[in-house]
């Protein structure tokens, strides 16, 4: 296998073991639609420009990902305290976009 589809490779294991974390269900794009729906409403009326809808949509992310794992479910790839780091400097970076 070349250099090229090794790393093509190890990419798609990487891709399946957090796709477990984000959708484990029959639809793959579940976290898309939902951090997708949460961006457009939390971010109702601002300019398409607006650096904050790409902030929100990583929260949304993020919180898809917390309601697919659970508080207290065991996550594939990064723990549930990291995505909720994640949460929080996501939150912060909003805040100073403000």
């Not at 976290?31 to 420009?49: I, Q």
């Not at 207290?72 to 400097?89: F, P």
């Amino acid at each position: 296998m070349s250099a090229v589809g090794e790393l093509l490779t190890a990419d798609a294991a990487l891709y399946d073991k957090k796709a477990a974390d984000y959708a484990p269900g029959s639809d793959p794009w579940e976290n898309f639609r939902f951090a997708s729906h949460f961006m457009a409403t939390v971010c109702r009326g601002l300019p398409e420009d607006d650096l904050r809808r790409a902030t929100v949509l990583l929260i949304g992310v993020k919180i898809s990902r917390l309601m697919t794992v659970g508080l207290g479910g065991t996550a594939s790839n990064e723990t549930i305290k990291d995505t909720l780091r994640d949460q929080r400097v996501y939150t912060a970076i909003l805040e100073a976009q403000s």
